[in-house]
C-alpha cells in the first residue's frame, strides 16, 4: 500500500487527485492512503443540504469558507488545518466484510491512535467515525467508484474546532466537536506524530 502525503490541499484539487487515484486502483494500480490537510471548506454530503448550514452562503464566502457539495456518504463536516484528513483508496471488491468491514477497521485505526495518549475514544453504534464519550473526534464518510473506495477519514488534532459551530455536524443536533489538542488541554502531541501513529494503525488494519 503506497501512502502519498499531499501536505495542505485545496479541496478541489484532492477530488482531482482522488479521481485520478480511483482510475489507477481500479485497473491494478496500487492501493493507496492519501494523507493531508485542507483549507477551510465545508463539504455536503449525500444526506445533507444547506439546511444544515447555520449561517447562509454569503457569509460563509466573507469569511472565505468554501463549501462543496461532496459524493460521500455521511452528512455535513468540516475540514480545515489542523485536521488530519486520509483518503483510503481500496479494492473494496476484494476485501471480506465490504463497507461495513472497512468502516469498522477505520474506527479501529483511530481507536489505536488515541488511547496511548490517553483518549478513551470508541463507537457510537449507528454514528460512523470516532467519539469520546458524546463528542465526535473523528468523522467518516466514504464513496464508491468501479468497486473502488474514495473520500474517507478526518481525525481532529488542533484546538480550533470553531468552524463546526457554522455547521450541524453529521446533520444531528447537540452533537459535540472534540479534538486531540482540546481534550488533553495541550498543542501535542504535533501533527507530524499523530499522523505517523494513524497511518501505522491503518496500515496494519488494512492489511
Not at 482531482?16 to 492512503?33: H, K, M, Y
Request: proline share 5%; charged share 20%.
Amino acid at each position: 500500500m503506497i501512502v502519498q502525503d499531499l501536505g495542505l490541499m485545496p479541496y478541489d484539487q484532492a477530488l482531482g487527485i482522488q479521481a485520478e487515484a480511483v482510475r489507477d486502483v481500479a485497473t491494478g494500480g496500487a492501493e493507496r492512503l492519501l494523507v493531508l490537510e485542507h483549507p477551510l471548506v465545508i463539504t455536503l454530503g449525500r444526506n445533507s443540504g444547506a439546511e444544515h448550514l447555520l449561517v447562509s452562503p454569503d457569509t460563509l464566502a466573507e469569511r472565505g469558507i468554501q463549501i462543496v457539495h461532496a459524493a460521500r456518504g455521511g452528512s455535513v463536516t468540516c475540514h480545515y488545518p489542523g485536521q488530519l484528513v486520509i483518503y483510503p483508496i481500496l479494492r473494496l471488491n476484494q476485501r471480506p466484510g465490504g463497507l461495513r468491514r472497512l468502516i469498522f477497521e477505520l474506527e479501529e485505526a483511530v481507536i489505536r491512535t488515541l488511547t496511548p495518549y490517553g483518549l478513551p475514544a470508541a463507537r457510537n453504534t449507528g454514528r460512523p467515525g470516532g467519539w469520546i464519550q458524546d463528542r465526535k473526534i473523528a468523522s467518516i464518510g466514504l464513496a464508491l467508484k468501479h468497486w473502488v473506495t474514495f473520500h474517507g477519514l478526518a481525525l481532529n488534532v488542533g484546538l480550533d474546532t470553531s468552524l463546526f459551530d457554522l455547521i450541524t455536524p453529521c446533520g444531528l443536533s447537540g452533537v459535540r466537536v472534540t479534538s486531540v489538542h482540546g481534550e488533553l488541554g495541550r498543542e501535542e502531541p504535533g501533527m507530524a506524530e499523530v499522523k505517523e501513529a494513524l497511518v501505522a494503525a491503518l496500515r496494519e488494519e488494512l492489511a
